[in-house]
């Protein structure tokens, strides 16, 4: 560009032309004047000497020469200077590089697009016309769709044909591209509230405050039982649920005479399929083809046998009908349990707690399986979200839960129904302390009422803290950020290795410190749930 400004403001203008061209004519002149020997005579005769008309006859032809020359050089330079602006000039006009427009199929005389298309029809036509129009052009030009920024501009026809180019249909479809987890970790926007989260604490800042809460170095050893507890407690009576549910029910069912089929919760059934469903169904879909015929032939025999029951509780009942009444509630409650611990292994119990809101029933007993293994949970991976089961099955997606979230959903179902008693309903206790210090999980009571006190294990920051609370928050990213909040205030926030076991070990001290040790009624100490002996001091032999 400055090239062409520098061309510019060397063009001669024409006032200089005539200037040039002026004093060469009056150069030329002179030239002409000099050289005669009449006007030479004359001049000596009439005005100066001889001597001086001899000298002047020979330094202004000499000077007028010069004169001449120099004007007839500036003359050619400034017609070159003339026809070098009316090069560029052309040149720019017909440059490909500037933005003027290129010439296409559909350029010439295009009506507006505003007064062309005025319906539905128009559109299609004109999206049609133009995309015909790419292909012709593409096809003349003979090069590839141009790029911007690194993205190829393509239009519809040349992407089928590069995605089929053998002219043979597709029978299967195109599978949907997932993200890695790697790439998900800086471009996925952070959820609702997971920002306000506090912070994690440094391993400094952990120590000092479990100093000031009177628990450090109780809870290094307190660690060690939390997990002792888990796998005897939790995992290993819950496995012991999965692996003998249907049986119960089957069993239940068989003692009223009625016979039924079920599968065992989070089997895979994909293995053995019905002979209606197609190999590609199974693909498609990982639920199993009579998973919906299992549930709707639950809910249908249950509430047959719940109207059954009442009736057989009736005073108009008689003695056969009585009798029956302790094998019908034994086969409501197997298929209550059955029900409950299927959407519990499914993720759908206590919705919020997990970041995803459904996760698959077979990947969660296969995890439940792995980590009962062992004393002490050993096969915990604080990092994972699926992965350590996707490398060695090369079967499952990533977007799964980790164990961190896997194992506090437990524990929160655990403390919903202890002794993994599912088919009693929570709201069902009676006693003297029925009701005191109710526990949420997943969402925080109502702000215009809530309870004196209560405890609660929540996904995310809490939206309002009463004076009575005391709140275990769960982040949802991976590995998760665990926070505590009592008194109105964050206390403590983990996020680690240990962050899962810091969590849950300082919630029941809390309970037991401040709550008397009562979640729902229920004792830390009792035999439904057996925790508080962990939090008991060292006792040297």
């Not at 029978?171 to 306000?196: C, H, I």
């Not at 655990?414 to 599912?422: H, N, Q, V």
């Not at 109105?488 to 309970?511: E, H, N, V």
């Amino acid at each position: 560009m400055y090239q062409f400004s520098l061309l510019y403001s060397l063009r001669p203008s024409a006032s200089t032309l005539l200037f040039i061209l002026s004093i060469f004519s009056a150069a030329g002149l002179t030239l002409i004047f000099s050289l005669s020997r009449a006007v030479s005579t004359d001049l000596g005769l009439g005005f100066v000497s001889q001597d001086v008309a001899r000298i002047c006859s020979k330094v202004v032809p000499a000077l007028a020469s010069i004169i001449l020359l120099g004007t007839l050089l500036a003359f050619f330079r400034a017609f070159s200077q003339w026809r070098a602006r009316n090069y560029t000039d052309v040149s720019l006009q017909s440059s490909p590089g500037t933005d003027q427009p290129v010439a296409t199929p559909w350029s010439k005389k295009r009506p507006p697009f505003h007064k062309e298309i005025a319906t539905e029809e128009d559109l299609k036509r004109f999206l049609a016309d133009v995309d015909e129009k790419i292909s012709e052009t593409i096809s003349k030009l003979g090069t590839p769709p141009p790029t911007v920024n690194g993205f190829s501009m393509a239009s519809p026809n040349t992407m089928v044909s590069s995605v089929n180019t053998s002219g043979a249909t597709r029978s299967t479809p195109l599978r949907p591209v997932r993200m890695s987890p790697g790439s998900q970790k800086f471009t996925t926007p952070p959820k609702k509230g997971e920002l306000d989260l506090p912070p994690p604490m440094s391993i400094e800042e952990s120590i000092e405050a479990f100093e000031k809460l009177g628990v450090y170095p109780h809870i290094e050893q307190w660690r060690d039982r939390l997990r002792q507890w888990f796998s005897s407690v939790v995992l290993n009576p819950l496995l012991t649920k999965i692996e003998t549910s249907h049986l119960k029910v089957i069993e239940a069912a068989a003692k009223l005479n009625i016979s039924i089929t079920l599968s065992q919760v989070g089997s895979d059934t994909l293995t053995t399929p019905t002979a209606n469903v197609s190999q590609m169904e199974r693909t498609n879909e990982w639920k199993p083809s009579f998973a919906v015929d299992e549930d709707g032939l639950l809910h249908q025999l249950r509430a047959t046998l719940i109207q059954v029951l009442d009736a057989s509780k009736l005073p108009s009942s008689n003695f056969q009908q009585a009798a029956l009444i302790p094998v019908l509630q034994e086969a409501v409650d197997a298929i209550v349990e059955h029900q409950r611990l299927h959407a519990l292994i499914k993720g759908e119990w206590a919705k919020g707690l997990l970041p995803q809101s459904s996760v698959r029933a077979d990947y969660t007993v296969q995890r439940i399986r792995k980590l009962a293994e062992g004393t002490c949970v050993k096969n915990y991976e604080y990092l994972g979200n699926g992965e350590v089961y996707d490398n060695v099955n090369k079967k499952w997606s990533l977007e799964l839960p980790s164990d961190s979230h896997l194992l506090l959903y437990l524990f929160c179902a655990f403390l919903e129904y202890p002794k993994w008693m599912l088919h009693v309903d929570p709201s069902t206790y009676t006693g003297a302390h029925g009701s005191k210090n109710p526990l949420f999980l997943g969402a925080l009571p109502p702000k215009e009422s809530f309870p004196e006190k209560y405890i609660a294990v929540i996904s995310g920051v809490p939206s309002v803290l009463h004076p009575g609370a005391c709140i275990l928050a769960v982040g949802k990213q991976s590995p998760p950020v665990f926070a505590l909040y009592w008194d109105k205030k964050p206390q403590f926030s983990f996020q680690g290795r240990t962050a899962l076991w810091d969590s849950i070990l300082l919630l029941c001290y809390k309970i037991n410190a401040s709550y008397g040790g009562f979640v729902r009624g229920v004792h830390l100490s009792s035999s439904a749930l057996e925790i508080l002996p962990v939090l008991e001091p060292e006792t040297d032999d």
